[in-house]
């Protein structure tokens, strides 16, 4: 693969920006593409610009703005509350996300000669969103491949980590503090350690203590 190039979907999230480290370590070209769908924080923009500008990675915004049209939610709507009622998918949750933004930087890593595709969806610690599940990506890959006739790959290096094991990844990447310190996971837009308060924030902050923990006991033994 290192002679190959790549298109991540990239939010300047944790996910993802582990996945544009761990791109650059296995393609020899990478490039980031970023949607914009008129989210609730736009600073997740200018912090992907400003990771792919530091990583020396071309990036593409992308405009998906009828996306906040079509799927109202918490990620787009200031005035829809961040919750999870039990037996329903959360709030965050948008109609057709990965299916929509996937199917973009097919469209776009073609133009650019790129059959790789990297997401940073995950199985393990998904929320119970669908379009994070492995057997959606699969299916979604053969799609693809029959729509543009074309041999795309889609990789998710996280589908099957938990937060602790995604944070383990990035440190053997050697990101773990670049991704700690300068990526935006927080869902009320605060940047690196977040609100400590939101879904998102205390996940991210769970996993990062359990594999500090377990990093600590194994320097111990």
Same mark, same amino acid.
């Not at 650059?24 to 769908?37: P, Q, S």
């Not at 919750?83 to 965050?92: A, D, I, N, Y």
């Not at 996280?158 to 935006?184: I, S």
């Not at 605060?190 to 902050?205: F, N, S, T, W």
């Given at each position: 693969?290192?002679?190959?190039?790549?298109?991540?979907?990239?939010? @300047? %999230?944790?996910? $993802?920006?582990?996945?544009?480290?761990?791109?650059?370590?296995?393609?020899?070209?990478?490039? +980031?593409?970023?949607?914009? &769908?008129?989210?609730?924080?736009?600073?997740?923009?200018?912090?992907?610009?400003?990771?792919?500008?530091?990583?020396?990675?071309?990036?593409?915004?992308?405009?998906?703005?009828?996306?906040? #049209? /079509?799927?109202?939610?918490? /990620?787009?709507?200031?005035?829809?509350?961040?919750?999870?009622? =039990?037996?329903?998918?959360? $709030?965050?949750?948008?109609?057709?996300?990965?299916? /929509?933004?996937? !199917?973009? +930087?097919?469209?776009? +890593?073609? #133009?650019?000669?790129?059959?790789?595709?990297?997401? @940073?969806?995950? =199985?393990?610690?998904? !929320? @119970? &969103?669908?379009?994070?599940?492995?057997?959606?990506?699969?299916?979604?890959?053969?799609?693809?491949?029959?729509?543009?006739?074309?041999?795309?790959?889609?990789?998710?290096?996280?589908?099957?980590?938990?937060?602790?094991?995604?944070?383990?990844?990035?440190? =053997?990447?050697? +990101?773990?503090?670049?991704?700690?310190?300068?990526?935006?996971?927080? &869902?009320?837009?605060?940047?690196?350690?977040?609100? %400590? =308060?939101?879904?998102?924030?205390?996940?991210?902050?769970?996993?990062?203590? #359990?594999?500090? $923990?377990?990093?600590? @006991?194994?320097?111990?033994?």
């Amino acid at each position: 693969m290192k002679k190959e190039k790549a298109v991540v979907v990239f939010s @300047g %999230g944790q996910d $993802s920006t582990t996945c544009l480290f761990w791109a650059k370590k296995h393609f020899a070209e990478v490039e +980031a593409v970023t949607f914009d &769908y008129n989210q609730r924080h736009r600073l997740e923009i200018d912090v992907a610009a400003s990771i792919a500008k530091e990583l020396d990675v071309p990036h593409t915004v992308l405009d998906m703005s009828l996306l906040n #049209q /079509l799927a109202p939610n918490a /990620l787009t709507r200031s005035d829809i509350a961040i919750e999870q009622k =039990e037996g329903q998918l959360p $709030s965050t949750f948008v109609d057709g996300r990965n299916l /929509l933004f996937l !199917s973009f +930087a097919a469209v776009l +890593a073609k #133009q650019k000669g790129a059959r790789h595709l990297v997401t @940073g969806v995950c =199985e393990t610690d998904f !929320s @119970g &969103y669908p379009d994070c599940r492995d057997v959606f990506i699969k299916s979604l890959n053969v799609t693809l491949n029959l729509a543009m006739d074309y041999d795309f790959v889609i990789h998710t290096p996280l589908m099957w980590l938990n937060k602790a094991e995604t944070w383990k990844l990035a440190d =053997e990447l050697h +990101a773990l503090e670049f991704v700690r310190t300068k990526t935006l996971t927080c &869902y009320n837009g605060i940047i690196a350690d977040g609100c %400590g =308060e939101c879904p998102a924030c205390v996940l991210r902050k769970r996993g990062l203590d #359990q594999y500090m $923990s377990e990093k600590k @006991g194994a320097h111990v033994q």
